[in-house]
């Protein structure tokens, strides 16, 4: 006799939020307290932060899961301040000090520096990272007291400022990277040039793709929002629309029959002067709501993923 599926937990929220998240608190912690708070059936996350790290860290409700590589792919801004002087195992304030110097740089040097961390470089991955190795996490194999040998790999720093230099033993970093770039390995490499060694000992995420400070909430804050009513409502008053992550994806409207054609899955021939004859990812969209993302091969408007809405809750405009 088959087994009846069981009812999904939860409710059928969709929409993205951005958290400010707060220090010493996993990111999987503090998805796990979002996704209580709104009793969510369906929760990820846009992009992982260190306990150490604060700021923004996106989570994407029900629907919006089907988005969530397009924001992993998305330029990231940090904030970050480096001490000079140490150089860490963990290459934050978290780990045990390896190796120590007395220089300290000028400003001059450093700002000589920055354009040769700028652009495409090869990194070396921290030791204490999610990389795997031999189908294991580097960070498990370090804390195991293995040695771990990670190879330098591409990755983009669109930009990369000297913010200030409060005294000889620290400044402050502004960058702009994209995936999978370490903003520790830019600080122990930057301290390894310059001759002083160097850790991260505060960073703060700024931005991910569209999502930054500005459109942030606290953990604080929605636990406020929850014990306002009991129905949730002020809590899905703060979610962003599912398209809020696809902003730098060409949107394509299509009418209410070629909509439900779309939304069952099945595709849509194109016709008219102004319609593209081919497209790699376009957002379709009726009545100026996300209804899937899709492509356009030979004049044919092809769904790839469909958003199944119904009458979920969220959505409020930018």
Known sequence: MARRRGRKRGRPVSGWLVLNKPLDMTSTEAVNIVKRLFDAQKVGHGGTLDPLATGVLPIAFGEATKTVQFVMDSPKTYRFTVRWGEERSTDDAEGEVVDTATARPAREDIEALLPVFTGEIMQVPPTFSAIKVKGERAYDLAR?????????????????????????DTAIFEAQTGKGAYVRALARDLGRELGCFGYVSALERSAVGPFTLEDAITLEKLEELRHKDADRTALDAVLLPIATALDDIPALAVDQQQAARIASGQGVLL???DAP????????????????LGTVEAGMLKPKRVFNLGNAPGGRKR
Do not use: H, N, S
Not at 154 to 166: A, G, H, Q, S
Not at 283 to 289: A, D, E, F, H
């Open 277 to 292: 004859v081919a497209a790699e990812t376009v957002l379709i969209t009726w009545k100026g709501r996300a209804l899937a």
């Open 144 to 168: 195991d007291g293995e040695q771990v040998e990670l190879k330098p790999r591409p990755v983009m720093i669109y930009d990369l400022k000297l913010i200030d230099m409060p005294d000889a």
């Open 271 to 273: 016709r008219g002067a």
